[in-house]
């Protein structure tokens, strides 16, 4: 009958978005896969210039203080102005060290939260996908979405992203904080010396904190 013929159509309409809304979910996973490759990348790459700054000023302060001590032995310069050249050297190495942390920090600090925001506008793209399928009664991996919880869900992940990104722009750079690289317990562990009052956490916390902090 017509009538038949007709539901027949509006079912074939029907699977047809869901197709499409199955391959725009794949594509956005997959689209997330790629960022997330993308920024690990990013993130290696300012490690890495970072490193290659601080080799270089360590390279220059050894061959500056070979030029001292080469100088002392040839009579040159005094002993005492030896002492004043590689103070003078010293100071310089731990500044220059210091702005090229701080650089870096920075730099680590712009890329996490245009990580933040990435990930946000992602995820408020699948929400509103999710929607759109609801409302045109297609079926969905995971729970459907209605256009008034898609608003509210945007408005949260909107504000989560803002609140992130305020966390971390408000972080400041303070002299002397690191990561240790080295040694597991299980393996010897890094020898370090501390003072009172400095704060030592576990591995995991921190990693749980940097997972919260982007992910969350």
């Given at each position: ?28 996973d ?7 490759a ?14 290659k ?13 070979k ?49 933040i ?5 992602l ?50 750079f ?43």
């Amino acid at each position: 009958t017509a009538e038949q013929q007709a539901k027949k159509l509006e079912d074939i309409e029907k699977q047809k978005l869901a197709n499409r809304a199955m391959l725009t979910t794949a594509a956005f996973d997959a689209l997330k896969r790629i960022e997330d490759a993308a920024f690990d990348a990013k993130f290696e790459k300012l490690e890495r210039q970072h490193q290659k700054e601080l080799d270089v000023i360590e390279n220059r302060n050894t061959l500056e203080s070979k030029k001292i001590d080469d100088q002392v032995e040839r009579g040159i310069i005094t002993q005492a102005q030896g002492d004043i050249k590689r103070k003078a050297l010293a100071d310089k190495t731990a500044a220059d060290k210091l702005a090229a942390d701080k650089k870096a920090f920075e730099e680590d600090k712009k890329l996490k939260i245009i990580k933040i925001q990435v990930e946000a506008a992602l995820a408020i793209a699948t929400i509103w996908l999710k929607a759109m399928a609801a409302n045109a009664g297609i079926p969905i991996v995971g729970a459907a979405v209605g256009a008034a919880a898609a608003g509210v869900m945007t408005a949260i992940v909107a504000g989560m992203a803002a609140v992130e990104s305020g966390i971390i722009q408000a972080q400041k750079f303070e002299k002397g904080g690191a990561v240790l690289k080295g040694k597991s317990h299980a393996a010897g562990g890094i020898p370090i010396e501390a003072e009172g009052d400095e704060i030592i956490m576990t591995k995991g916390v921190l990693i749980h904190m940097k997972e919260n902090a982007v992910h969350s």
